[in-house]
């Protein structure tokens, strides 16, 4: 089977984004919706001891004030991130575990008052002693667990010829998504029906009816588009549950959208980490031993795991003797969770700094030091890559930045006006998984197309990677398709996340088209090229064709179906039986530093990227784009600011809390390798979103330190560090 380059096309819902038309989960006007509004806590630890209520219900309007004691029978379901920790739903007890948390629920029938009368709800609580940040007396260091493990690297690393033991810190990053965090449920003919913008529709069905004692036939989630997500919206979310309880309760429409300073609070962010790496090597570059040990701040329930920050840099080069070891600092804080390359950007950050460092420590080109410590095998396992394009992206990345024209020495490449300038590079990768899939097609001869398939749509392009994939195999008019995803009445869901997205539904849109395929041909004989699928239908006076498929991932079994049937994550990867696959990327970034003020701009910044067969070049390129704007601000702008007297994140809010804006962006270039990884799955496809941001961090870092002769060890890199370090004042 020949795999083509698919045809440059727009996103299939480009126009409908434009239009206004794309509705999103808060945006469904329902019949009698009530609106709601939540009540935080204002302090970090102790117990609510009375909710005085009576002003806030005498607000004109409000029909309802919900507390601890009308919610205290929803049951509390287990850790949402794993691991031994139990969970918590807000409002089923008077404990307060975390600033922010939900205490009350206040619904009305207008926004206003909803949002007037939580004003005027009155808590009185029990104060407790409580630890906000991982630095204080009082957080609790849990055992350090093995992550990685091979050969004997303390051995290695004590024989090596040059060595670098340094340090790195990882601030606490907020997503910050543009579509704010919402839940709109209602209650009909017997079912729940909740709309929410959500990765994991299927969290939100399970969980909730786990949570309110519903048999999970009764409850339905819906998630047409997401404005955002990037792993913040991957879990049940603590207002889900209390919006569908009230709901059912009230017998009407109830829809709550998070104010952005209570997000920071209740949502998933990404958590502060330390991060000591040693290397060691010899004096020709080659890596014999590293040693990588992270702290990662954690609340005192839940376990955000996940992956580790070994998994991805344990895998990037071929050193034979390998340690990792990691542990979770539990604090009085909200959990952490996923966040776009949520172990791999800090780990790369680290990781990819330290690289840096030895070449320096060895008189080596950073790229030539990453170029001999290239393998064709998976260093942890042995087993060979399902493709290994990471040389290429670096050498390719070289070439088109033109890092040949790199003067070695820091602190000595300016411009005309002083302007000290910096080159950096770092590499990166993502591991390449895949979930199981259900796809159900149908043709009609009206020139309908309709595809339920599992999957969500966050604004990544997936649903034009679909239909790039469909068009490949079945003429279908394109104008008339409709791809219905992140539905539970549609198809069975599966958590949308970790790449995994583009590489389990592309891969079930080709198998179901091709099931179409051999149907039409039995029904209408053999298909020609130019054919019209539709009026082939018709000439068979038949008004439509349906055909159904479910698609496992790479050496999965019938149990990963039965898990996603039952709401459960079901993934594999990246260790296969037969290979290891990962997607490869490679950063070149310049930065101008002032020499007086040593503000850093970022002018231009070269990407090259191995996702396997690019679906939609546009979507593609623009998730690359994106991860190194990403990549930029956590380099150099963002961090929560948490005051330790009251656990408050003070910069709670998009005035406070920095992003690149346009003016700090200068030119990205993204080249896409776009070669097919046929031994990962049948279209050839990898992720692509996740493994944008790998590495850019660490590349602005490591062009800072070439430009100003000053290594920062840890993110964001501000102004007062390179002034402080420079010693101007």
């Known amino acids: 089977m020949t795999l083509h380059t698919t045809p440059d096309r727009p996103r299939i819902d480009a126009r409908e984004k434009v239009l206004g038309r794309a509705l999103y989960g808060a945006d469904v006007a329902l019949p009698g919706l009530l609106h709601a509004m939540m009540v935080p806590a204002t302090i970090a630890k102790g117990r609510v001891t009375h909710i005085d209520t009576i002003s806030a219900a005498a607000e004109p309007g409000v029909v309802r004030i919900y507390t601890h004691e009308d919610f205290a029978d929803i049951v509390v379901t287990p850790a949402t991130l794993g691991g031994n920790q139990p969970g918590l739903q807000p409002m089923t007890d008077t404990m307060i575990r975390f600033r922010g948390q939900p205490v009350a629920l206040v619904v009305a029938e207008t926004l206003e008052a909803a949002y007037e009368a939580a004003r005027l709800v ?3 609580y029990r104060v ?3 630890t906000a940040t991982m630095d204080e007396q009082g957080a609790d260091a849990e055992p350090y667990e093995i992550t990685a493990e091979i050969g004997d690297a303390r051995a290695a690393l004590q024989s090596a010829e040059v060595t670098v033991d340094v340090t790195y810190a990882q601030a606490q990053n907020h997503h910050n998504p543009i579509e704010l965090i919402s839940t709109t449920a209602y209650w009909r003919a017997g079912k729940l029906t909740i709309l929410e913008g959500t990765q994991n529709t299927s969290a939100i069905k399970f969980g909730t009816a786990g949570a309110l004692g519903f048999d999970p036939a009764t409850v339905d989630a819906i998630s047409p588009y997401v404005g955002g997500a990037f792993g913040q919206k991957t879990a049940l979310q603590l207002q889900s ?10 017998g009407r429409p109830v829809k709550l959208v998070m104010p952005r300073a209570q ?4 949502a998933a962010y990404r958590p502060r980490s330390n991060h000591r790496i040693q290397l060691g090597a010899l004096r020709d570059g080659r890596l014999v031993a590293t040693i990588y040990e992270s702290d990662q701040q954690n609340a005192r329930y839940d376990q955000f795991y996940g992956t580790s920050h070994n998994e991805m840099v344990s895998h990037l080069y071929g050193i034979a003797n390998w340690l990792g070891r990691e542990r979770l600092i539990r604090v009085d804080t909200s959990p952490p969770g996923y966040m776009r390359a949520p172990h791999e950007h800090p780990a790369s950050f680290a990781f990819e700094s330290a690289i840096d460092e030895l070449a320096y420590s060895l008189g080596m080109d950073p790229v030539a030091l990453r170029l001999i410590n290239d393998t064709d095998h998976d260093p942890i396992t042995g087993k060979p890559f399902s493709s290994r394009t990471l040389a290429r992206c670096l050498e390719r990345g070289a070439e088109l930045f033109g890092w040949d024209r790199r003067n070695p020495a820091p602190h000595t490449m300016t411009a005309e006006d002083g302007t000290l300038i910096g080159w950096g590079v770092a ?12 796809a159900r097609l149908r043709i009609q001869a009206n020139g309908v197309t309709r595809l339920f398939i599992t999957g969500h749509e966050m604004g990544q392009g997936i649903r034009s990677a679909i239909a790039a994939e469909l068009m490949e195999v079945l003429p279908v008019n394109l104008d008339k398709l409709d791809i219905q995803m992140g539905d539970t009445t549609a198809a069975v869901q599966h958590l949308t996340a970790g790449s995994w997205g583009t590489g389990s539904a592309v891969p079930a849109t080709r198998a179901v088209a091709e099931k179409m395929k051999a149907a039409l041909t039995e029904l209408v004989g053999e298909l020609r090229a130019g054919d019209d699928v539709h009026r082939k239908l018709m000439s068979a006076k038949r008004p439509m064709l349906e055909v159904e498929i479910e698609q496992l991932g790479l050496g999965q079994t019938p149990a990963a179906l039965d898990r996603m049937r039952q709401g459960a994550p079901a993934t594999a990867g990246p260790v296969y039986d037969e290979l290891v696959a990962f ?4 950063h070149f970034v310049e930065v101008r530093v002032d020499p007086t003020t040593m503000r850093v701009r970022v002018p231009r910044v070269v990407s090259v990227a191995d996702c396997g067969r690019v679906m939609n070049h546009r979507t593609a390129t623009s998730q690359v784009q994106g991860g190194v704007v990403w990549g930029i601000g956590a380099a150099l702008q963002e961090a929560a600011e948490i005051d330790p007297r009251y656990g408050f994140i003070q ?7 920095v992003v690149p804006v346009n ?4 030119e990205i270039t993204v080249e896409l390798l776009d070669i097919p990884d046929a031994q990962l799955n049948a279209s050839g496809v990898k992720g692509v979103g996740e493994v944008a941001m790998v590495g850019a961090s660490a590349a602005v870092a490591n062009a800072v330190f070439h430009a100003t002769g000053k290594r920062i060890y840890h993110l964001p890199i501000r102004i007062e560090d390179l002034l402080q370090e420079t010693g101007v004042r």
């Open 122 to 124: 009155r808590v009185s």
């Open 128 to 130: 407790e002693p409580f």
């Open 241 to 250: 549950v209390l919006v569908s309880r009230a709901a059912f309760l009230l």
């Open 263 to 266: 997000l920071f609070h209740t």
């Open 427 to 438: 590499a990166g990768a993502y591991k390449g998984s895949m979930c199981p899939a259900i």
């Open 583 to 586: 997607s490869w990327i490679a």
């Open 651 to 657: 910069n709670n809010d998009l005035a406070d809390y």
């Open 663 to 666: 003016a700090d962006i200068g």
